[in-house]
């Protein structure tokens, strides 16, 4: 067995969130250890290597220039020295970027690699989290900073058959390196965010793709463009810096801010002028620089809804294949899942090699050994089966962990009536125990960056202010968790979330608790949440 080692404080995870953290706590001279499952830095972006996989968030849109990626580090130092080549980067460059900052940083000399935790374990008696991986390694740290991000647990729906099945599986949350989908008969079972990457790739190089549809996605176009470097210099000096700053400003996070004016007060001719510029600029502006209300009712969100369908029904040729991809009824309020971005998505299927199944209409009955059969009795020969079927969302990468606190119960356990956090950073009975980017926190209904950073900021604020003042060990007060959570289901009960059978509300995994697991309040106000409560002597939290 090997032996116990000693940290201030571990972090868990090597994505954006983890990097910071552990930068942040470097700053306090803190001993650090950072354990991460995969073998380089990165987090979902490590894994997340499937073909086409690429970020959905970019900067200020000046006319005539790409915007910048914002995808990135804010410290100058970071973003002086490097370019991403396009306005939204690929897995590939966001990988080259951890290697960048790994380097610039050094990052990899407190990083333990190939570390799966598995459990936490408080000691009330000595102030101490007993942290175990996989591979069975041992650690012990006064600070716990869970940065585990929030697609850590892979869904695999329960098919009948799937382990019959003679050709390859990959779920795209864990992608083989260096593989080849060319002149292979596929199938993408699942049309999310990473279904409408990998099958715009598999598309262009398939002999047959098939694609089973539950439910639409209501993409918008990426506009996908190569930066200029000598630009991208020259913004460095000027926007850049404004940039990052304004960031924490608008309601999503972006450069843009939701108009507050109320749909249906704007005339058509005003709507449309909107929804055109906003359309043919790209990206995620329909949804997150559009007027407000579309999240919160439900005519409002038909005037998008029907904007966005007259726009993509023009480019399929098949009038049944359009009712499939963009049904004249709304199948959900448009955007209460955040709507992916497409480069040629609604086009490939004019392909003579790429068919659409509705599974809604025609479930699939199982898989056999050559393929996958639906319930119209048809078998669908493959070779490869992609399952880009999503995950346990938000809440499932901390209930992977055996995680028990105080009392010895598990946080699994105690989440059973309910996922309960207070500001989305610690939950009562778990001591020195911080979460950045955890649930309750703005996750997907932001620019990820946006909070990231500035609550990873809080959390080293806070662990300073515990050593500053001899505080061994703080944890939420139960009264200020209850109320952070009933204020997280209040917003919730405001809008439409609770209309679209989304992750966003656990309802993607069978027999999970639906309740909305992000902050949807806007950065502004969680900011401010998180630090009133930090200019107020980290008022909520129980000293110890
Ligand atoms: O997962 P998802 P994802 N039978 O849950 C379908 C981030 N991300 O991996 O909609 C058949 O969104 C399911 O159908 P339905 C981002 O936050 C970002 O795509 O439930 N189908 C759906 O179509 C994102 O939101 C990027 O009816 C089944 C799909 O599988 C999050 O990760 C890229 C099924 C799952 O979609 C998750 O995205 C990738 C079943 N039994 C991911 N079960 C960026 O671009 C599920 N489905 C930044």
Redo the contacts with the bound molecule.
């Keep these: 067995m090997s032996q116990v080692q000693e940290f201030d404080a571990v972090v868990v995870g090597g994505g954006f969130s983890g990097v910071h953290q552990l930068m942040e706590l470097r700053k306090l001279g803190l001993k650090v250890r950072l354990l991460e499952a995969g073998s380089g830095l990165g987090g979902a972006w490590f894994w997340?290597r499937y073909p086409g996989?690429?970020?959905?968030s970019v900067g200020l849109q000046l006319s005539r220039l790409p915007p910048n990626p914002v995808y990135q580090f804010k410290d100058p130092e970071l973003w002086k020295d490097w370019t991403f080549s396009e306005k939204y980067s690929s897995w590939e460059e966001i990988q080259a970027y951890f290697k960048y900052v790994d380097q610039k940083r050094d990052l990899s000399r407190d990083v333990s690699y190939n570390s799966r935790v598995v459990s936490a374990v408080w000691d009330e008696s000595a102030n101490r989290w007993t942290i175990k991986t996989q591979s069975g390694d041992t650690y012990r740290s006064q600070y716990l900073c869970l940065c585990i991000g929030i697609?850590a647990k892979e869904y695999v729906?329960d098919f009948k058959g799937l382990d019959t099945f003679k050709g390859e599986v990959h779920h795209?949350s864990n992608w083989p390196e260096k593989y080849d989908l060319k002149g292979k008969k596929i199938a993408v079972?699942?049309?999310?965010?990473?279904?409408v990457?990998v099958i715009q790739e598999a598309a262009a190089v398939a002999e047959q793709l098939t694609v089973?549809q539950?439910?639409p996605n209501m993409a918008l176009p990426m506009r996908q463009a190569k930066t200029d470097p000598k630009e991208e210099e020259r913004k460095k000096k000027t926007v850049r810096p404004y940039e990052f700053r304004r960031l924490t400003q608008t309601f999503t996070g972006y450069c843009y801010d939701l108009s507050f004016k109320p749909t249906l007060e704007a005339t058509p001719e005003e709507r449309r002028l909107v929804y055109e510029d906003l359309w043919e600029k790209g990206g995620l502006l329909l949804w997150s620089s559009s007027f407000g209300d579309l999240f919160l009712n439900d005519e409002a969100n038909d005037q998008v809804y029907n904007f966005w369908r007259e726009k993509v029904r023009e480019r399929i040729n098949d009038p049944e294949v359009a009712e499939i991809l963009a049904p004249t009824t709304k199948p959900h309020p448009f955007g209460l899942k955040?709507p992916?971005?497409e480069q040629n998505y609604y086009d490939l299927f004019n392909q003579p090699n790429v068919k659409i199944i509705n599974?809604k209409k025609n479930p699939?009955t199982e898989v056999t050994p050559d393929g996958i059969k639906t319930s119209d009795g048809t078998e669908h020969k493959i070779d490869i089966l992609v399952l880009?079927?999503?995950?346990d969302?938000v809440s499932g990468s901390t209930t992977a962990i055996d995680i028990r606190g105080q009392d010895g119960v598990s946080i699994k356990e105690k989440w059973n009536e309910g996922v309960k956090t207070y500001l989305g950073i610690g939950a009562a009975g778990f001591p020195n125990m911080f979460w950045v980017f955890g649930p309750q926190a703005p996750l997907?209904f932001a620019n990820a960056q946006t909070s990231i950073e500035p609550t990873s900021e809080w959390v080293a604020n806070c662990i300073k202010y515990c050593r500053e003042n001899g505080i061994e060990s703080l944890t939420p007060a139960p009264e200020a968790q209850d109320t952070w959570a009933a204020q997280v289901l209040a917003i919730a009960e405001m809008g439409l979330y609770y209309k679209a059978?989304s992750?966003y509300i656990g309802a993607?995994i069978p027999g999970k608790k639906r309740e909305l697991l992000q902050f949807a309040g806007g950065i502004p106000n969680y900011l401010k949440a998180i630090n009133d409560s930090a200019s107020n002597n980290y008022f909520g939290w129980v000293p110890k």
């Design positions: 997340n996989a690429r970020v959905d697609s729906p795209t079972i699942g049309t999310g965010a990473s279904g990457q089973f539950r439910t955040r992916s971005l599974i699939i880009a079927t999503g995950y969302m997907a059978e992750w993607n």
